[in-house]
């Protein structure tokens, strides 16, 4: 599994576009003595954040709510991680502390999009379910009332289809 790395405006390398998604982290490499701001949808307020070395870290919250600047005390050849929650997402960071580098090198501000709001995303309505669980397996019908889990319910189904085949 890798982290998603940022990638660099067409103006200033040093100015850095991450695209949400629930499922990823966001590999972030900070340079000692350089301060790293990432700026989350405006309007969007940080509820918990845990750092995973917060010897390593200093995280100070934007007085705006909608973002913050982190800042490595030392570098470290371990990495770390950062969980951070909103009113609106949760987001998991991988953090990597190194040694002060080439200005040019350095991440100074991440900003995130949303792609699923440039779509205009929107929920599906909730509807029934359940007949979406039904299923019919070797002439019996079940639901998922009957199946408390789907790998339970994997299972149990390879395990009769090999015994089907091993009386046959």
Not at 37 to 45: C, K, M, N, P, V
Not at 54 to 83: C, E, R, Y
Not at 84 to 111: C, I, K, M, W
């Amino acid at each position: 599994m890798t982290a998603s790395r940022p990638t660099c405006t067409r103006t200033d390398a040093r100015v850095r576009t991450l695209v949400y998604h629930p499922d990823e982290v966001y590999k972030i490499d900070v340079s000692r003595g350089y301060a790293l701001s990432i700026h989350l949808q405006d309007g969007e307020q940080m509820v918990d954040e845990v750092r995973g070395d917060p010897k390593t870290w200093d995280f100070i919250p934007l007085t705006a709510g909608n973002g913050f600047v982190l800042k490595a005390k030392h570098a470290t050849t371990q990495a770390s991680n950062l969980i951070l929650q909103t009113n609106l997402r949760s987001y998991v960071f991988l953090l990597q502390a190194h040694e002060a580098g080439p200005p040019d090198n350095v991440g100074f501000l991440y900003r995130f999009s949303y792609p699923d709001q440039k779509k205009g995303f929107k929920p599906r309505q909730a509807g029934n379910i359940q007949t979406a669980f039904n299923t019919k397996q070797m002439g019996k019908s079940s639901t998922a009332s009957q199946v408390p889990n789907s790998v339970q319910f994997t299972c149990q189904t390879m395990w009769n289809q090999t015994q089907q085949r091993a009386n046959n």
